[in-house]
């Protein structure tokens, strides 16, 4: 049962770690704090159903059109207002947006939950006693592909290096000659694209609601407060442990005492574990 | 337009709203309004949709027929949740006009005004919501045509262990307190000669419930009973199917639905249910119903229509019989004796609650839920 349960772990972390992920790059760069990123997460989700009932046809295509609108809206959103706002304020107005995010979403796809089943092949890969369901499997590949790629886009590109010299330090990366703020509102959009994904790509297995972001957003903060707000390779490693930790204390301790165990734990963790590891000094993008 | 006229027009306008809002029903009236506290959004809006429209549906039959009483209906959102419940409440408290009040159909809402209702003093009559503690807290104006959860917990758990012969048995409860009345099951299952019961929680909206499933299934558990709402139900077969966790699974009453069905695509095939009412029923009665609903609102009706259904004309037969202001109305629904309703024939207990009835075990068999035959 152990291998199962890290499986069930890992398969769920990484999804945590996707969200953790896009929460640290925008924080970074941005210094913005999204409260609104599980909505975003809905949203995608959401997105991705509408668009496969209109259209139908293909799942993939539904859910990168789907990422791609919301990245891009997100993008727009955050040249044109977000970094008119100062620091403090970009946050609290993301916890606004969250809050019209999902009454928009109850108006516009209604207030029951939505899903697709049957896109992802049924069926699991047998190891012994250790089951490796199709569906998850295809989610963890998708989840994979995207970290290494928001890992290229971060480590190996031009647009790359502008994002880490902004999160370095934003007035000398401006004096360099970057238009700071397109680089930010590209990599909180880049963060909103991502969450989506995150939504799209796990709709086949799972439902969606109006509200249903608010607890996972939450998940993912936990993610990226344990990598270190801000530090992209710790929220990855952040949203592993969290998923892992959930699996193992409803696997062995108790689902009833679940969230009480593992959030008191983090808690502790994250104040014993040295500064430079635990805690966002100075934001980072590597 | 001339200021002054538009004044005068606006006073006008005023003043009429006032004289309306004073008007008084005459005595002997054959008018009355009912008020309705239903979840039409939130995470219950399936079951206040279903109240909505099997409400609907008898309430225009009966003010289509000629000589009887009429009804308005004015309707409160209570959004699925208990604080906005209780102010929706108090909304429809204060109109003063009400005979009397359909309660919200999500269980955990009624517990938050149920106080107010015998402070009040209005006839309630809750269609939908099944927690046991709302009949059961002492409120002497509540009347419930739906189903006792604990009922059907313990029906059910002498089906599991009678029919099934089932003895590994797992549970998966919603964590809250619509979610513990399966734990009556559990005690009943156990009574008949179960082997303990293990028992996981799962939280509504959850995202994940393969922990707990890799645990019941490494214990060994052949039969897994589910007690919560029906998007989680769905999502529990669904991975139940995924980690190729083959338990027989079974549920409470709040699935049975269309929707569970689509959200859990052929993941539900072969789970088993308990409810009230079966939509492919072939009675003449509630053939009938299921008919009509379907033709008005293009699906067919599940358990909380037609239990909603059969609260409406209940009532509209009670005021017929002179039920016509609150106090008398409370009186001839205390006197309810077996109302011919599609969901069987209703008479209410001490407590407000509909007598045990025919107690219907469903099965999903392509894609539809059918009474259990095997």
Request: with cysteine.
């Amino acid at each position: 049962m152990l291998i199962q349960q890290i499986i069930n772990g890992l398969s769920i972390g990484a999804l945590y770690a996707l969200l953790a992920l896009g929460l640290s790059l925008a924080y970074a760069t941005g210094r913005v704090v999204n409260f609104a990123h599980g909505d975003l997460f809905s949203l995608g989700a959401f997105l991705t159903v509408s668009l496969h009932e209109a259209f139908g046809g293909y799942f993939l295509l539904d859910a990168v059109v789907s990422s791609l609108l919301v990245g891009g809206v997100g993008t727009l959103f955050g040249w044109y207002f977000l970094w008119r706002l100062q620091p403090l304020e970009r946050s609290v107005a993301t916890i606004v947006i969250g809050l019209g995010m999902r009454d928009g979403m109850l108006i516009a796809f209604g207030s029951d939950s939505a899903s697709l089943p049957g896109v992802y092949a049924a069926g699991a890969i047998n190891i012994g006693a250790v089951t490796l369901p199709w569906g998850a499997v295809i989610v963890a590949g998708i989840t994979v592909a995207l970290l290494v790629s928001t890992w290229w886009l971060v480590s190996r590109t031009q647009f790359g290096v502008q994002m880490r010299a902004t999160a370095e330090n934003p007035g000398l990366a401006a004096r360099s000659g970057i238009v700071t703020r397109r680089v930010q509102a590209a990599a909180f959009g880049l963060s909103c694209g991502l969450a989506a994904a995150a939504g799209a790509t796990l709709i086949p297995i799972w439902q969606v609601y109006s509200g249903a972001g608010v607890p996972i957003g939450l998940k993912a903060f936990a993610a990226a407060m344990l990598g270190g707000f801000g530090r992209l390779g710790g929220a990855v490693v952040g949203g592993l442990c969290i998923g892992v930790g959930e699996a193992l204390v409803s696997g062995y301790v108790s689902s009833t005492w679940k969230d009480l165990v593992m959030y008191s734990g983090l808690l502790i963790i994250v104040a014993a574990l040295p500064r430079h590891i635990s805690r966002a000094g100075v934001p980072r993008v590597s | 337009m001339n200021k002054r006229i538009l004044w005068w027009l606006l006073s006008a306008a005023v003043t009429l709203v006032l004289i309306g809002g004073c008007e008084r029903k005459p005595a002997g009236s054959r008018d009355h309004t009912i008020g309705m506290l239903a979840p039409l959004t939130g995470n219950a809006a399936r079951f206040g949709e279903s109240q909505r429209n099997g409400v609907q549906l008898a309430l225009d039959e009966v003010n289509a027929a000629e000589g009887g009483p009429r009804f308005r209906l004015v309707i409160e959102d209570t959004k699925s949740e208990p604080s906005t419940a209780l102010t929706a409440f108090t909304r429809l408290a204060e109109r003063g006009d009400l005979l009397c009040v359909f309660g919200s159909a999500a269980s955990l809402d009624v517990p938050a005004y149920l106080p107010m209702v015998d402070k009040t003093q209005l006839p309630h009559v809750v269609p939908v919501a099944v927690l046991p503690t709302i009949t059961e807290s002492g409120s002497t104006w509540t009347f419930r045509t739906a189903l006792n959860d604990r009922t059907a917990a313990v029906q059910m758990a002498e089906f599991a262990v009678k029919t099934l012969q089932a003895d590994q048995i797992g549970m998966l409860i919603e964590d809250s307190a619509f979610g513990e009345t399966g734990l009556h099951f559990k005690r009943r299952a156990e009574e008949l000669g179960a082997s303990g019961i293990a028992v996981e929680r799962l939280k509504r909206g959850d995202l994940d419930v393969r922990p707990q499933l890799t645990k019941l299934k490494t214990q060994g558990v052949t039969h897994l009973q589910f007690w919560g709402y029906y998007a989680e139900y769905a999502l529990v077969a669904k991975q139940m199917r995924e980690l190729g966790f083959h338990a027989q699974l079974m549920g409470n009453q709040a699935p049975v639905n269309e929707k569970t069905l689509e959200l859990a695509g052929d993941a539900l095939e072969g789970a088993i249910n308990i409810c009230l009412f079966v939509p492919t029923d072939t009675s003449p009665l509630r053939a009938e119903f299921a008919a009509k609903y379907t033709k008005r609102f293009g699906q067919s009706p599940d358990t909380w229509a037609a239990q909603s259904y059969d609260a409406m004309r209940l009532v509209a037969e009670a005021v017929r019989n002179g039920g016509t202001n609150a106090v008398l109305l409370r009186e001839k629904l205390k006197g309810t004796r077996a109302f011919p309703g599609v969901t069987g024939e209703l008479s209410f207990d001490a407590s407000g609650d509909a007598q045990p009835r025919s107690i219907s075990v469903v099965e999903v068999v392509r894609g539809k839920f059918v009474p259990y035959s095997r």
